[in-house]
């Protein structure tokens, strides 16, 4: 079987985000990622920046609707209101 480049690799790193890979792709990559360093650290960090990104949502999914927030961090919040409070025109993106 041909080996992939690492440009192939990276490119199949990012499709598979998209659309299920085929066989051969995925058989492919996978043997490439065996003997490559650098794809597999593309692979980590590609992984742990969704992770963030899906963490950053449910967090923020998770404040508007104030359910799974403990006291402190409604406390928090409700500080960081209230220090806002009279700039909020200042603090629009
Ligand atoms: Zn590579």
């Known amino acids: 079987m041909k080996m992939l480049t690492c440009k192939d ?3 199949l790193i990012s499709e598979r985000l998209e ?3 085929g066989f051969q ?14 794809c597999r650290q593309f692979v ?10 899906r963490k950053l949502g449910e967090r ?3 404040d508007a609707a104030g ?5 402190e961090a409604r406390e928090r919040i409700r500080k960081a ?5 009279g700039h909020e025109n200042e603090h629009e993106h």
């Not at 990559?29 to 490559?36: A, D, F, G, N, V």
């Not at 980590?44 to 990104?53: I, S, V, W, Y």
């Open 9 to 11: 690799a990276s490119h």
């Open 19 to 21: 659309r299920p890979l």
């Open 25 to 38: 792709e995925r058989w492919g990559l996978r043997m490439h990622l065996w003997i490559c360093v650098s």
């Open 44 to 53: 980590r960090q590609l992984t742990l920046m969704r992770l963030a990104l």
């Open 60 to 62: 923020a999914k998770a």
């Open 67 to 71: 359910a799974e927030l403990s006291p």
């Open 81 to 85: 209101l209230a220090e806002r409070g």
